[in-house]
């Protein structure tokens, strides 16, 4: 069933997929003859992270077909959120994700390039670590579905105190923004509706946890 639901998704978000091309010094490139909003984005340096992801994943018991990746580095207005096939060595799908606004004033984007992490609550933070992806639930926000967040690591153990879940937001768009930001939430990791919709199909499909890893 996973793998029926993974190959659809393919065929759908084809445009905004790597093709793997050889490029100059043999590494894989864009190569879909279009325009791509993610052409930014350095292959190598998730494909590193994904390389420690994948042990991580076979050692605990999660899904090793996927994970999910954000590089906290990235210009909150540009891509940074992808979705790993490891089978593939690549990302399949990419899309805007939010970070906590901290201090500064909700549904804003004053730490587009600065984000501050916490894992103290109340702080309005989001918090780096690796997350278990957990139970499928109801949200307020987008497409009104969510999904708890288990913190696996110091920076994150109080996730699930803190009510930090995977959403979507209607204040997010599907394109990059950039130089604006992404809105800014209380912590929350959230996505554009459009790209809620892809993910919540691949986790209802996988039988194992997947993997959430906010990194920089």
């Known amino acids: 069933m996973f793998t029926r639901i993974f190959n659809s998704l393919i065929l759908l978000f084809l445009p905004f997929y790597i093709g793997c091309g050889a490029g100059a010094a043999g590494e894989s490139t864009y190569s879909t003859g279009l325009e791509t909003p993610f052409r930014h984005i350095d292959v190598q340096h998730f494909r590193q992270q994904a390389r ?31 979705v790993w ?4 060595d690549t990302f399949v799908v990419a899309g805007l994700v939010s970070h906590g606004c901290g201090a500064g004033p909700w549904g804003k984007d004053r730490s587009r390039e600065r984000p501050v992490f916490s894992n103290r609550p109340d702080s309005h933070c989001s918090s780096l670590g690796k ?30 105190a803190r009510q930090v879940v995977l959403h979507g937001w209607d204040a997010i768009p599907d394109q990059e923004v950039y130089p604006d930001g992404t809105p800014e939430g209380w912590g929350c990791p959230a996505v554009s509706n459009a790209y809620m919709t892809t993910l919540d199909s691949l986790l209802r499909g996988s039988k194992r946890p997947v993997l959430l890893w906010l990194y920089r």
Not at 54 to 63: L, T
Not at 68 to 82: C, E
Not at 85 to 88: G, L, P, Q, R
């Open 52 to 82: 420690l992801a994948k042990p991580f994943c076979a050692r605990e018991g999660m899904n090793t077909r996927i994970c999910l990746l954000a590089d906290m580095n990235i210009h909150s207005g540009k891509a940074r959120l992808v």
């Open 131 to 160: 997350y278990k992806v957990g139970k499928r639930g109801y949200g307020e926000w987008g497409i009104h579905v969510n999904y708890l967040l288990h913190g696996l690591e110091p920076t994150n153990s109080n996730a699930l």
């Open 85 to 88: 096939d490891f089978s593939k």
